[in-house]
């Protein structure tokens, strides 16, 4: 436990010396929009971005390896259900 605060602490700390040394305002254009905010905004809201879009991506791969191990388990089962000659309920 204390390992993991003194983790957390220097990260914060980390954060914190980013955040002060990146205060300057930036423009960020993206087609036909554009954005002046704070360079450390910037960092984070793209960061939380990403970290959002991988979320969702490993919640479908997980969902979808279920969803074959299911199938695959189903189907063993009634394998095993017609080779040992019980009928299927």
């Not at 423009?27 to 970290?51: R, S």
């Not at 979320?55 to 189903?74: A, M, T």
Request: a positive charge; hydrophobic letters at 50%; aromatic letters at 10%.
């Amino acid at each position: 436990m204390r390992f993991k605060l003194i983790v957390i602490s220097l990260l914060f700390l980390l954060f914190a010396i980013i955040a002060v040394q990146n205060t300057i305002s930036t423009e960020l254009k993206f087609l036909f929009w554009a954005v002046q905010a704070p360079l450390i905004i910037m960092i984070l809201v793209i960061f939380v971005l990403g970290l959002l879009i991988g979320l969702v991506f490993c919640s479908y791969h997980e969902r979808k390896k279920k969803k074959e191990e299911l199938e695959n388990q189903k189907k063993k089962e009634e394998k095993d259900n017609l080779q040992s000659g019980t009928p299927l309920k």
